[in-house]
């Protein structure tokens, strides 16, 4: 699959949030406003493209050689708590009020199943390493994508007259399994169709 195939795919055909429904967590809880979406938005993608390209590295010239690829999961949480610690310091650091924002959702990011679903992916999928890097980065930015619109729609939803009952959480899951069916229109057979195969 080519490069631009790999960046369709995991932005809109498998979104991590709207149709393999990782992450959820940090998704419902961060959505609440655009900038702390869009912050974790980038943190996440940070995070998934770096982990990519670590993981691979681990796998392929430690795990491998060694034969110790039943160690895969342990050693792919450590890359990932690592990359995620890294992350919090340098956010606390350049934007204390984006730390505030993201509250407890920043360190969540280390246990974020699309975070390690995408590097046990690249590994499963056979991918290289720029493959890797580049499906890291694709399912950042979709799950950038899925949170900064569930930000708008909830921001939207904050003024609209809702039924007391649906006010809150059971809007907000309405809401996104909306936008799962309408993401869930994508198909592997639009980059056949687009020559990215």
């Known amino acids: ?88 310091m340098v956010i606390k650091k350049m934007s204390p009020s984006l730390y505030q924002a993201l509250g407890i959702y920043l360190p969540l990011i280390t246990t974020n199943c699309a975070v390690l679903g995408i590097a046990i992916i690249n590994i499963d999928e056979g991918y290289n390493l720029l493959e890797s890097f580049t499906a890291g980065v694709a399912a950042g930015l979709g799950f950038t994508l899925a949170i900064i619109l569930m930000s708008n729609i909830r921001e939207k939803l904050e003024m609209t007259a809702v039924r007391k009952v649906f006010k809150g959480v059971p809007i907000t899951f309405i809401s996104a399994g909306l936008m799962a069916l309408a993401f869930m229109g994508f198909d592997s057979s639009l980059i056949t169709n687009l020559g990215l195969a």
């Open 1 to 88: 699959m080519s490069y631009i195939g790999i960046l369709i795919t995991y932005i809109f055909i498998q979104n991590f949030i709207l149709v393999q429904f990782m992450g959820l967590c940090p998704f419902i809880g961060v959505s609440k406003n655009s900038e702390s979406a869009i912050g974790m938005g980038i943190a996440v993608t940070f995070v998934t493209a770096i982990a990519s390209v670590v993981c691979y590295a681990v796998h392929t010239f430690l795990l491998v050689p060694f034969e110790l690829e039943y160690l895969r999961t342990i050693a792919f949480i450590l890359v990932i708590a690592a990359l995620v610690q890294f992350v919090e």
